[in-house]
């Protein structure tokens, strides 16, 4: 008995060290590197709902390793699509657009799922960059409509040629199929290093606390000040 409870925990102990950490699901954040040649590099990041402040991911050797050593001049971007919304990323400072409609949202997200259906049983891929599933020509080259850089938005910031400090912002946000304006969520930083963070934006309630404890300050000051 105790032989075969032995056995069996070794199986199991050998089929997670060859399974992969996650395979895609609807709802996952699909984050996608591209040169625009050779092989894109894209992975699964995890579900939009469970992102959170501060959450980072190191992605160096992943990233490097598909790039010839390097991270720079690519382009990197993030998205997701679910219950009729689409989160995306776009360069700093930029908005992205609103949806019109819920098939305006289905159109968007097919573009998606399309990525998506790369993975497999895997949590990232290489697609060659002339895939029509790619990285590069869903977000950036694709001509079809059906293509998400068509069907919304293109999602990606640039890293710089020579990307040795710092590092690059990529704002995101969320737009739900009912044509309002899309709402930040917040912003993913890449360094230098290769290393993923994601910032949240702060709920309203914590900016009106923080007024009102500026304003608490400032009378305590006066009435003080007067004494």
């Known amino acids: 008995m105790k032989n075969t409870i032995k056995a069996a925990l070794l199986v199991?102990?050998?089929m997670a060290a060859v399974s992969p950490a996650r395979a895609y699901t609807s709802g996952d954040l699909i984050l996608g590197f591209t040169s625009g040649g050779g092989n894109d590099?894209?992975?699964?990041?995890?579900?939009v709902s469970s992102l959170f402040n501060g959450e980072s991911w190191n992605l160096n050797s992943a990233i490097t390793g598909n790039f010839a050593g390097s991270l720079n001049n690519l382009q990197f971007g993030i998205i997701a699509g679910k219950s009729g919304t689409i989160y995306s990323t776009v360069g700093l400072g930029q908005v992205p657009p609103g949806l019109s409609s819920l098939s305006a949202y289905n159109t968007a997200n097919a573009g998606v799922g399309a990525i998506g259906a790369g993975f497999?049983?895997?949590s990232s891929f290489t697609p060659?960059?002339?895939?029509a599933n790619s990285w590069y020509q869903q977000t950036i080259n694709g001509a079809a409509n059906s293509q998400f850089v068509n069907a919304y938005n293109n999602p990606n910031s640039p890293t710089p040629a020579n990307f040795t400090s710092g590092s690059v912002p990529a704002d995101f946000y969320?737009?739900?199929g009912d044509g309002s304006d899309p709402v930040q969520q917040g912003t993913f930083n890449l360094s230098?290093?290769?290393v993923l963070t994601f910032g949240a934006?702060?709920?309203?309630?914590?900016?009106?606390?923080?007024?009102l404890g500026l304003l608490a300050f400032a009378v305590r000051r006066r009435i003080f000040g007067k004494a």
């Open 174 to 176: 969320a737009a739900k």
């Open 128 to 131: 060659s960059s002339g895939d």
């Open 201 to 211: 934006v702060p709920e309203p309630s914590t900016y009106m606390l923080a007024g």
């Open 192 to 194: 230098s290093q290769g």
């Open 41 to 47: 590099y894209i992975t699964d990041l995890g579900q």
């Open 120 to 122: 497999g049983v895997n």
């Open 12 to 14: 199991a102990a050998a």
